[in-house]
């Protein structure tokens, strides 16, 4: 069994295979770790640092029937049923592919240049380093009108990724950041929140995306709903005939199943997602698993969402149905049971709904969020790293050691302003070398 792929479901299908005897199981990552997703806006914003929401693949899968590659998969070869990886190749008899989610900038690739998203842990470093920058720049600058670019953040996408960044860099610059300067006030920054459809998480009721909407403007985040972005570049972003001057622009509008897929040659959907069987198959190739956000499957007339919960639900799905192969048993259907989904507005706010049936709000829906991510996350020292970083962050305002820029920005900064020039200093002559004195 060769899985690609070590997120929530291709992790969830290997520990469950790893309790079978007649199986040996390959897992192959680009990255040596599994990482969990769902708080890496906070990694990004400064509240958690890299190392609480990931941790080692290897550490995690220690069955003795399970082995770690760190290789990058480039395709799969159904009828010859080897994987080809970076530098070679692996022949499997069944195979899972769980290689998530890549961004879509929907045709217009340039624009990842300049806004970047949130999937990995280097996005989101390389998102902090990029707001953290963006105020140091500020500090530095002279000129009112540019002051005021480098302190716009332009958010495009109003799912959950974007409601999440907008509500945690809104909630950063009002308290976490103004006694860090002493030029620029830091609450004076503008949070954009751009978004194409008529309202922000437009996969949840209307109810509770208009209560969403109500606490990010309460974060004084500027909530723009039917803005099509036309255009982005180093200096701004074009939203129809308007122009808003920004320095940072970050994205969280779209996204596409990993490539890997379109070397199955079987059918996929407008994003790119495999249409499995109900066993989760690929059509035509009953050794061949797809899972995850590269798998589209409805149920009841509606497509399962992509969420952690339902790739883990899918991998241990697949798990079983190679257990009931090896012993002939008949293969049942793969069938989502919803537990929730929730997205969080600010400190202390989220919106959601439980099991399909109740639908929350508030501090409520926050703590039933917070303590759903606790128990997801993987290891005693993550959560409780996470809970200890959360306490500090909820009373003291906090998040102080989290913000560093670790990339050398310091070349990018603008010119200081020219100021009255400054005296040389005068250094006095040297001191004649004092000589012994005579022995008498």
Known sequence: MVIVGAGFGGLEAAKALGKARDVRVTVVDRYNHHLFQPLLYQVATAVLNPADISAPIRSVLKARNTQVMLA???S?????KVLVVEGGEIPYDSLVVATGAAHSYFKHPEWAQVAPGLKTLEDAVRIRERVLT??????RESDPARQREWMTFVIIGAGPTGVELAGALAYMTRHSLPKDF???DTRQA???LLEGLPRVLTAYPEELSQDAQRDLEKLHVEVRTGAMVTGIDAEGVTVGEERIPTRTVLWGAGVAASPLVRSLDVPLDRAGRVKVTPQLTVPGHNDVYVIGDVASVEQNGKP???IAPAAMQMGRHVAKTVRDRLVRKPLQAFR???KGNFAVIGRGYA?????????MRGKSAWLVWAGVHIAYLIGFRNRLSVMLNWGYTFFTQGGRDMRLITGKVAPRMPALEQGPSVPAVTVPPALPVARPAPVH
């Open 72 to 74: 990058e998969a480039k």
């Open 76 to 80: 799969v070869d159904p009828r010859r």
């Open 134 to 139: 963006a105020f140091e720049a500020a500090e």
């Open 182 to 184: 002493r030029r620029i």
């Open 190 to 192: 503008r949070v954009l």
């Open 304 to 306: 399962v969402p992509g």
């Open 336 to 338: 989502y049971h919803d």
């Open 351 to 359: 919106v959601g709904v439980l099991f399909d049936k109740w639908r």
